[in-house]
């Protein structure tokens, strides 16, 4: 069993920049692929951004391309969500998923097993 705890999130101004973390235990997710998702209030999740398991490859969602960057420490079994140049609309419930389905790079939380509990970004305009 993979547990995850997300961290980073806060109140932060529009234009600003922040850096979520996302810590695994229970066991290593080296081969994992890794994602964050966000929900906001009143909608459903999304996808925002998913790294494979060499962190070679990774996939963005339109609405966070060129602004976000995901990253990975598989020594230190962490995933990271680089954001900057945040808009009001980024704000959510920020959440952090593992597959261990393999090389893929997924962005339905359906194909998901695991999830952390989230931590909320607020962007103030």
């Known amino acids: 069993q993979v547990q995850l705890v997300e961290s980073g999130g806060e109140l932060v101004q529009a234009g600003g920049s922040l850096r979520l973390s996302c810590a695994a235990s229970?066991?290593?997710?080296?081969?994992?692929?890794l994602g964050w998702f966000r929900q906001a209030p009143g909608k459903t999740r999304e996808f925002v951004a998913v790294?494979?398991?060499?962190?070679?490859?990774?996939y963005y969602a339109d609405s966070v391309k060129g602004r976000f960057t995901i990253s990975r420490d598989n020594a230190k079994n962490m995933v990271y969500l680089q954001m900057n140049s945040v808009k009001p609309e980024d704000t959510a419930v920020y959440y952090c998923?593992?597959?261990?389905?393999?090389?893929?790079?997924?962005?339905?939380?359906?194909?998901?097993?695991?999830w952390g509990q989230g931590t909320q970004v607020t962007v103030s305009s």
């Open positions: 229970g066991r290593s997710v080296s081969s994992y692929s």
């Open positions: 790294i494979n398991w060499s962190a070679g490859r990774t």
């Open positions: 998923a593992a597959d261990k389905g393999g090389p893929q790079l997924p962005s339905r939380a359906a194909e998901y097993d695991y």
